[in-house]
């Protein structure tokens, strides 16, 4: 008799840690889980010039508050961030910082372009003004404007975590080749 009491009480512990484990365990794929994990905690790293300087510290401040969106740690050395929020004029003599900086950041890194001059150049049509910042780093996202509304970041940052959510390929980043610039400093 005590070999059939040992396997209903058996039987009954398997049974109340599987009813248990339903109370807390949830199915999903790990790479879901972790890119969940990676669009709610990005760490911006912010590089702004001019005037999209300034709209960006408004986007940071209490009013648009970039932290609901999980980007509260914002972070001044590229090692320790994985986000670049590039807002302002670039100019050519930039370019190679710029570079050396997204080299230096974590991966998986994503790119932020905020504004016409670090889009596209602006109207700045002159050779010392580059003319889109993806001439020399892989970007992620665009936000138009002159300069962008607070609004319009908080949008670009949702487009870049449901990149993220989602697995998109992003091809340009693996055809991205380091640009030959001469030794810094």
Not at 21 to 33: P, R
Not at 38 to 46: E, H
Not at 102 to 111: A, D, H, N
Not at 164 to 170: D, F, L
Request: net charge neutral; aromatic share 10%; glycine share 8%.
């Amino acid at each position: 008799m005590s070999a059939t009491a040992s396997t209903s009480t058996s039987a009954s512990v398997d049974s109340s840690i599987e009813e248990l484990s339903k109370s807390f365990a949830f199915a999903t794929k790990l790479d879901d889980l972790v890119a969940w994990g990676r669009k709610n905690s990005l760490w911006p790293m912010p590089y702004g010039t001019a005037c999209c300087g300034i709209e960006l510290m408004s986007v940071m401040g209490p009013k648009y508050d970039l932290a609901r969106f999980g980007a509260e740690v914002v972070r001044f050395s590229p090692r320790q961030a994985d986000l670049l929020l590039v807002a302002g004029t670039i100019t050519e003599k930039m370019a190679p910082v710029l570079v050396h900086i997204y080299q230096q950041m974590l991966e998986p890194k994503y790119v932020l372009s905020m504004g016409a001059c670090a889009s596209s150049g602006g109207f700045y049509r002159a050779y010392h003004v580059l003319q889109g910042i993806d001439r020399v780093v892989p970007v992620d996202v665009f936000v138009p404007g002159c300069p962008p509304t607070p609004e319009a970041v908080l949008d670009g940052i949702m487009a870049l975590q449901k990149m993220i959510a989602e697995h998109k390929p992003r091809p340009w980043k693996d055809n991205w080749k380091v640009p030959q610039y001469d030794k810094l400093g």
